[in-house]
């Protein structure tokens, strides 16, 4: 079995699960440990993100980097004045 490390731990299972998807996207391979255990006795403690120890600094930097605050801007028709 591969070794596991834990890149981020979560109270708040909603951005448990956002940032399990964001690396989902990447192709990484995601295991939240404590997932369960929070379904049948809520409050149990931090949710863990893991991830294989092969894909632990890719996992970090992809939830380091908050994202482009950047906004496409919808394409205009050039002014023909």
């Known amino acids: 079995m591969e070794e596991v490390i834990t890149v981020a731990s979560f109270t708040?299972?909603?951005?448990?699960?956002m940032?399990?998807?964001?690396?989902e996207?990447?192709?990484?391979?995601v295991f939240l440990s404590g997932e369960n255990a929070r379904i049948m006795e809520p409050g149990l403690g931090p949710l863990?993100?893991?991830?294989k120890a092969?894909?632990?600094a890719d996992a970090r930097a992809i939830l380091a980097d908050p994202g482009s605050d950047i906004i496409p801007?919808?394409?205009t028709e050039p002014d023909i004045t």
């Open 73 to 75: 801007e919808a394409a």
């Open 48 to 51: 863990q993100l893991q991830v």
């Open 25 to 29: 996207s990447a192709g990484i391979e």
């Open 12 to 17: 708040e299972p909603l951005e448990a699960e």
């Open 54 to 56: 092969v894909e632990e």
């Open 19 to 23: 940032a399990k998807l964001r690396l």
